[in-house]
């Protein structure tokens, strides 16, 4: 299993990495495709034994998390390749000891693995096609999130058909993934918020604007009409009516 070096005694760092001119979207993406050869770096996968990511800036930005068992190493690694492929490196947080489930419940352990599973997955489903990646997280945040109803339905076609890491799970490691996306720390946040956040990018659940967060907030239907069209708006995404994957 991909997720089997991780230990919660990993350090934790994470490093904010953009194009240069990258606009918003569209330099997240960009961005994204530009350090896939890190994650393959020998020195890198060393070190590493899992990463995830976030959308930061404005929506332009790459937030590179990861999980070391040599915290000197690892900044050194990502620097030469930052430098070597002409990537900016906007802000930066060593590698020290950390509890990243602060905030999310659920066992520490058992976090770590679903972040560096959750990234795999997203970026085999970018892989595959950028839009249908987000329409699929679009979905399931507008219509399927809301109505606290299992994630599984939505997302297990996708994952099956273009998603080699996911396909090479055992039972029991699709099982707990499953778990973990259904997985609610709050009445309006779940863990699931992690894949939207790579893939949307961003998540309305965490908007500035009250109104959007209150949409989430409590059970209640699929967000339709000319509340749905201004968000998707706002991220220049359009998701057909009655799209599935």
């Known amino acids: 299993m ?23 979207v569209a330099g997240y993406f ?27 800036g404005n929506l332009d930005t790459v937030r590179l998390s990861y999980f070391c068992t040599d ?59 950028l839009e249908y ?30 998603s080699e890491t996911f396909r090479k799970l055992s039972s029991s490691a699709k099982d707990q993934l499953w778990k973990d996306l259904d997985y609610w720390h709050s009445e309006w946040e779940d863990w699931a918020h992690m894949l939207v956040n790579m893939l949307l990018p961003g998540d309305w659940i965490y908007s500035e604007a009250d109104w959007v967060k209150n949409l989430f907030r409590y059970p209640s239907g699929p967000i339709i009409g000319n509340v749905r069209d201004e968000l998707l708006s706002g991220i220049a995404l359009n998701i057909p009516h009655g799209w599935r994957p």
């Open 133 to 162: 990646s987000r329409r699929l997280v679009g979905h399931y945040r507008l219509d399927i999130s809301t109505q606290r109803i299992s994630s599984n339905p939505t997302f297990e076609p996708a994952f099956e058909k273009h």
């Open 2 to 24: 991909p997720t089997g070096r991780i230990s919660e005694k990993d350090f934790f760092g994470r490093t904010f990495i953009r194009i240069p001119g990258g606009s918003q």
């Open 30 to 56: 960009n961005t994204i495709s530009s350090i896939r050869k890190l994650l393959r770096d020998h020195q890198f996968v060393k070190s590493v034994s899992g990463y995830y990511f976030n959308v930061a």
């Open 71 to 129: 915290k000197m190493s690892v900044p050194i690694v990502i620097d030469s390749y930052l430098t070597s492929n002409g990537l900016l490196k906007t802000n930066e947080e060593l590698p020290h000891e950390a509890r990243v489930s602060e905030g999310y419940k659920g066992e520490e352990l058992r976090f770590r693995k679903f972040l560096f599973l959750y990234s795999l997955i997203g970026l085999d489903l970018l892989n595959y096609d």
